[in-house]
């Protein structure tokens, strides 16, 4: 497979995994995964748990291989790589507590609930969090005593292949319990039409459908994290320079590349003009560059990622938007392109329909929070939104109104680790990083118990 840094457009290539090796693949892992099975949830903890101190300790080489995969700024990636080892750290710590046997007294008989394995889980990961991403599939389901099959993104495939390394390094590890596949759409294609027991996903909204039609054919289970098209909504009442700058910075990090960066933000009009004014003003002071430098942004992802950014300012632009700042790439080596805020923004633009994921942020003015709330929930997304105001209860009036998976006050984006994570309608089908979504990789057993 070719492989390109976006920061330089040099290339390599990486040999791909043949197609028709999956098929053994996938039998070794099964068979190591009789093995794991056997274990405690402890006893598999502890096997796992040295994960997170050789990814701390090679935390400036995976920092480097995922900007020089994708772009991240060496600070973000160890900022990824942080919540990586302390999201292993608890997971191990809480599996042993969330998969123990459950006593029930169902009336007139006893009974357990055992949270059993499923077999071999084809675990498919995306390049915008290349290492957490990977990880919140891949712990989960070994936990669980399952094997993975893991085929990490076409676009960090440096950073994919390494991190496998770690996990068939780990003491005590069953030979061939996680197996790598190498490749692009067509080999996460083939490992779902294997006999995987599961699929996880953490992708975009078609690759879901795709996957979720392919395994609708012998019930395969799935997980699904996909993607987003987020609501900031701002009310009259909130510190206006504060909220445009903090929504700002989140909208910028990984360059406006993550699930649920904030992609659309509705102000109440009476403050539209001066919130729009102080966020122009802070997209201005972003630093973009070289992401081996100190910078906050480093460039997109690739040129499929700067295509599609592209078009949706055109598409915006060609139906009466104005670019406020930013709104063309880069003239430099590598495929960087600037904060930009859009304004005159109307409903049938592509950016407020589908995710334009990159550094592109629309604002809009609303007459109050339930048009903000009528518009957060037009689209067929459902990840996250938030609201800035100082007044919590009507923060939680309008949170409960909200399509979505999680909502913040204040605040934007991913909750803390133990809060279920994923997305309403057509933005995933299940929970993660909880102990909800450790659940979802076991098969909910019922041991009846007869009487004595
Ligand atoms: P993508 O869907 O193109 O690819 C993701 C992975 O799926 C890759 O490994 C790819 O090879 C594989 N793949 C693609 N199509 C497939 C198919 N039909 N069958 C099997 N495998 C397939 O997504 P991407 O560009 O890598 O990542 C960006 C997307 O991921 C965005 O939509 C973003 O919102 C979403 N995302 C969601 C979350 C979340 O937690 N909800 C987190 C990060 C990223």
Not at 348 to 368: A, H, K, R
Not at 410 to 419: D, E, F, K, M, S
Request: contains cysteine.
């Amino acid at each position: 497979m070719q492989i390109i840094n976006p920061a330089t457009e040099e290339m390599s290539e990486i040999p791909e995994t043949p197609l028709a090796a999956i098929p053994q693949q996938l039998d070794r892992a099964k068979e190591a995964q009789l093995l794991w099975r056997t274990l405690s949830v402890a006893e598999r903890a502890a096997v796992l748990l040295p994960l997170a101190g050789s990814i701390a300790a090679s935390k400036a080489e995976f920092a480097r291989l995922i900007a020089e995969d994708m772009g991240k700024p060496i600070a973000s990636g160890l900022g990824e790589l942080r919540r990586v080892t302390t999201g292993i750290e608890y997971l191990c710590q809480k599996a042993p507590e969330w998969l123990a046997h459950e006593i029930t007294d169902a009336g007139r008989e006893a009974g357990y609930i055992e949270y059993a394995p499923l077999g071999v889980i084809g675990v498919i990961t995306p390049w915008n969090g290349p290492v957490w991403l990977s990880v919140i599939g891949l712990i989960p389901s070994l936990l669980a005593g399952n094997a993975a099959i893991y085929k990490p993104s076409e676009n960090s495939l440096r950073t994919g292949i390494t991190l496998a390394q770690y996990f068939q390094c780990l003491r005590g590890l069953p030979e061939g319990l996680v197996q790598l596949v190498v490749g692009g759409k067509s080999h996460g294609r083939a490992v779902v039409e294997s006999g995987v027991a599961m699929v996880a996903l953490v992708g975009s909204t078609a690759a879901g459908k795709d996957i979720m039609r392919t395994c609708a054919a012998d019930l395969k289970r799935v997980s699904l994290e996909l993607g987003g098209l987020d609501s900031a909504i701002v009310l009259k009442d909130v510190d206006i320079q504060s909220a445009a700058q903090k929504i700002v910075r989140i909208h910028c990090t990984n360059s406006g590349q993550v699930c649920c960066s904030i992609k659309r933000v509705y102000v109440e009009c009476q403050v539209y003009s001066q919130f729009v004014q102080e966020a122009v003003a802070e997209a201005q002071k972003v630093r973009v560059g070289n992401p081996l430098d100190d910078v906050d942004m480093g460039p997109l992802a690739g040129a499929f990622q700067l295509q599609k950014v592209e078009t949706a300012v055109a598409d915006a632009v060609q139906k009466g938007a104005q670019v406020l700042t930013g709104g063309r790439r880069l003239e430099r080596k590598g495929f960087f392109y600037p904060p930009t805020i859009v304004t005159a923004i109307t409903n049938d633009m592509t950016l407020m329909n589908s995710e334009p994921f990159g550094p592109v942020l629309p604002i809009m003015p609303v007459d109050d929070w339930t048009e903000a709330v009528r518009l957060t929930n037009s689209t067929r997304y459902g990840l996250t939104s938030s609201i800035w105001t100082k007044d919590a209860n009507l923060a939680r009036t309008i949170a409960s109104h909200l399509d979505v998976g999680v909502v913040g006050f204040n605040a934007h984006g991913v909750p803390p680790l133990g809060a279920p994570w994923g997305g309403a309608k057509e933005s995933g089908i299940g929970r993660t990083r909880s102990k909800e979504g450790l659940r979802e990789f076991c098969n909910v057993k019922f041991v009846r118990i007869p009487a004595s």
